[in-house]
């Protein structure tokens, strides 16, 4: 059984800043991909920003400045650090983690439940 938890969503005024982690727990064997993902109200689920066990990073345009992405592979941890926050990143950001578990060497997307970001003022 693999988890994974996101924390560090809130409100936060715009231009303000927020830091969201997601750790992943269970019988890990291996953590190749992780990242973050959001979904606002009506619209579909997007990319954000991902981060490779060999920390290649990749990100969402719409982000590129203000997000950044680091990973504690130790720990089976990621972090999003979001600054100049603006009302339109407002969604609710998913954890994303491509792993293979110690009793299954295939790789499966794993996805957090969650949690939200609100930029308002």
């Known amino acids: 059984q693999v988890q994974l938890v996101e924390s560090g969503g809130g409100l936060v005024q715009p231009g303000g800043s927020l830091r969201l982690s997601c750790a992943a727990s269970?019988?890990?064997?291996?953590?190749?991909?992780m990242g973050w993902y959001r979904q606002a109200p009506g619209k579909q689920r997007e990319l954000v920003a991902l981060?490779?066990?060999?920390?290649?990073?990749n990100y969402a345009d719409s982000v590129k400045g203000r997000f950044t992405i680091s990973r504690d592979n130790a720990e089976n941890m990621a972090h999003l650090q979001m600054n100049s926050l603006k009302p339109e990143d407002t969604a609710v950001y998913y954890c994303?983690?491509?792993?293979?578990?110690?009793?299954?060497?295939?790789?499966?997307?794993?996805w957090g439940q969650g949690t939200q970001v609100t930029v308002s003022s």
């Open positions: 269970g019988s890990i064997y291996r953590i190749y991909t």
């Open positions: 981060i490779t066990s060999g920390i290649s990073t």
């Open positions: 994303y983690a491509a792993l293979a578990t110690m009793t299954s060497m295939t790789t499966y997307n794993y």
